[in-house]
């Protein structure tokens, strides 16, 4: 099966985060390199870590928002949690980002932990499989009756 380009950014983006670790505070990065889930995603799109990361949420926020594949990603992430996101009070639309980053900070039910490393690493391999999954058949064309 071919892999789906947001199968192989979903794969890059748990590299990314097996190799500088899961940031669960505030702000998408850190000084010490250790990005949250989305800011992963966005850096296995673009290969980089923008300054506002660590600094600025609204400034991060649209970054990774004009990436329309970062986005497609996180779409396919927010697609497998078993909760659905929530609506921007602001555009009535999903917000998919705060769904993921939500998903990767918070615990899923009352006097549990939030997701481990290894858990959002998982999801996101998940999430690829899927995204392959949903991209391995061709369009159906249409077929004139014989």
């Keep these: 099966m071919p892999a789906s380009s947001t199968g192989t950014i979903l794969r890059t983006a748990a ?7 899961l940031h669960t505070g ?20 673009t290969g980089k870590t923008p300054n506002c990361f660590l600094t600025d949420e609204n400034a991060s926020l649209l970054q990774i928002q004009v990436c329309e594949p970062a986005m497609d990603a996180i779409r396919m992430v927010s697609a497998i949690l078993p909760s659905l996101p929530p609506t921007d009070l602001e555009t009535g639309l999903n917000d998919y980002i ?16 939030s997701p481990s490393h290894p858990e959002v690493i998982g999801t996101l391999l998940r999430a690829a499989q899927a995204a392959d999954t949903l991209t391995a058949f061709p369009h159906q064309t249409e077929r004139s009756a014989a």
């Design 98 to 113: 705060e769904h993921v980053c939500h998903w990767a900070t918070t615990p899923v039910w009352p006097d549990t932990t």
């Design 26 to 45: 505030k702000q998408f990065a850190t000084h010490d390199g250790r990005l949250d889930i989305t800011a992963a995603i966005f850096r296995a799109v």
């Design 15 to 21: 590299h990314v985060l097996n190799y500088y670790g």
